[in-house]
């Protein structure tokens, strides 16, 4: 079993920046493919970026990319999606999620564990 934990949402103009974080319970996190996803109202929860257990190329969704940072660190059992540059179209409740492989997946169903999620709000 794995707890995940968000943090570091809030309330931004656009051109701003947020820096949210995912700390993860449990000695096996190194093991873990990791995943931004986010859902916005009446939409579908969508993959923003992902990273593997070996730091391999990481995945970004087309519309973050250039803007979006996904960062890990074994040593904290945390996970990082730096954003900067955000836009209004940003606004969602961002989650963390893991996935008992070292293949990213962009489809949320191949995701074990989720978070509770952090709301991120920009504003125009």
């Known amino acids: 079993q794995v707890q995940l934990v968000e943090s570091g949402g809030g309330l931004v103009q656009a051109g701003g920046s947020l820096r949210l974080s995912c700390v993860a319970s449990g000695r096996t996190f190194s093991t873990y493919t990791m995943g931004w996803f986010r859902q916005a109202p009446g939409k579908e929860r969508e993959i923003v970026a992902a990273i593997t257990r070996s730091f391999g190329n990481p995945y970004y969704a087309d519309s973050v990319k250039g803007r979006f940072t996904i960062s890990r660190d074994n040593a904290k059992n945390t996970v990082y999606l730096q954003m900067n540059s955000l836009k209004p179209e940003d606004t969602a409740v961002y989650y963390c999620?893991?996935?008992?492989?070292?293949?990213?997946?962009?489809?949320?169903?191949?995701?074990?564990?989720w978070g509770q999620g952090t709301q991120a709000t920009v504003s125009s």
């Open positions: 999620a893991a996935r008992s492989s070292g293949v990213i997946a962009t489809g949320a169903q191949n995701y074990n564990y």
